[in-house]
């Protein structure tokens, strides 16, 4: 009996089902998580993009500002603590790896291990103004996005190969980066604008009655992450599935409605096996040549987990047709 055959006999692959492939493909061509691997080298043993001395103008700025009482000026005090701490571990290059849904997976850019190697003491490249934080931001964060494209290409074409089981139109790389460049700008400019309209309903709210402005917050999150669950598959449309923009955003959402249950227990079972070995792979300090174990087996982790969710797709986008024959026909 075909492959084929066999699936559509037995159905897809349950959510264990898909990990395993995940991680199994990953085993099978190691060299797709290269990428994360050279990211987090790049972030430990490089050098250090530091924005220190622009938040040290800030919080100057903001101790010389006159306080009404002893309360705020202990409260000013613990934020500029915080400040000062952040600014020393975070390195600016990290925002290679801050867009959800479209970066390269890294484990020093959530665990940063700050200005030190076993090579010693990072060279310092300092950030002094907002210009040219701006202007780093501004090539970073399509760098970063470019790099997550390619990385997630590599990924849709491995399960393409190993795990489709019908021919698919094929259209070149350069279309599929541009849709999702028009995806991951278009989400960050509509993103931009209702967080701020977010921020300023939630702060008028606490300001009328706390608790509504907390219900506003908690509101402005639940919906949020109900939007982010429904564009979860538009990238592994447009690279896997190969299709159009609108196509992928539509197909994205009728997945999640048609097999909710099952999206969330992957999310929910990648998110803690993630969440729990991250924590785990950044134990080593930054000083140790142990934490190349961590960087290692992260990278090899977050690229199994993220081959699964392509696995997943490549086996329930199948579905899709014959759940709305089904629907008609009733």
């Not at 690279?239 to 992957?266: D, K, N, P």
């Not at 977050?302 to 490549?314: K, S």
Request: aromatic residues 8%; hydrophobic residues 60%; proline residues 5%.
């Amino acid at each position: 009996m075909s492959t084929r055959t066999e699936r559509e006999t037995t159905g897809p692959l349950g959510v264990i089902g898909c990990l395993a492939a995940g991680f199994e493909l990953v085993g099978r061509n190691l060299y797709l998580a290269i990428l994360p691997m050279l990211l987090d080298l790049l972030l430990w043993l490089g050098p250090h993009l530091s924005i220190a001395p622009l938040l040290r103008q800030f919080t100057a700025l903001l101790l010389a500002q006159p306080v009404p009482d002893q309360a705020a000026a202990s409260q000013i005090a613990q934020a500029v603590q915080l400040l000062e701490q952040f600014s020393e571990q975070f390195n600016l290059f990290s925002l290679f790896s801050l867009l959800p849904l479209f970066d390269v997976p890294s484990l020093l850019a959530r665990h940063a291990p700050g200005m030190v190697s076993p090579l010693g003491e990072s060279h310092m490249l300092a950030v002094t103004s907002v210009l040219a934080l701006m202007a780093w931001a501004m090539v970073l964060l399509p760098a970063g996005l470019v790099l997550g494209t390619l990385y997630l290409g590599s990924l849709a074409h491995r399960v393409r190969t190993a795990y489709s089981t019908s021919a698919l139109p094929h259209f070149s790389g350069v279309g599929k980066l541009v849709r999702v460049l028009l995806f991951a700008i278009g989400l960050l400019m509509i993103g931009m604008v209702l967080t701020l309209l977010w921020l300023l309903l939630s702060g008028v709210a606490a300001a009328i009655v706390p608790l509504l402005g907390l219900l506003a917050w908690m509101l402005g999150v639940g919906i949020a992450s109900y939007v982010a669950l429904h564009l979860l598959f538009v990238v592994h449309g447009i690279l896997l599935g190969e299709r159009g923009l609108l196509a992928a955003i539509w197909e994205s959402i009728v997945l999640i409605h048609t097999q909710f249950s099952s999206v969330v227990g992957l999310v929910v079972l990648a998110m803690m096996i993630y969440a729990g070995l991250g924590f785990v792979w950044s134990l080593p300090s930054g000083e140790s040549w142990l934490l190349l174990v961590g960087i290692l087996g992260n990278a090899c982790i977050a690229t199994g987990l993220v081959a699964a969710t392509f696995v997943f797709y490549q086996e329930r986008i199948g579905q899709l047709p014959k759940k709305r024959q089904a629907s008609a026909q009733a």
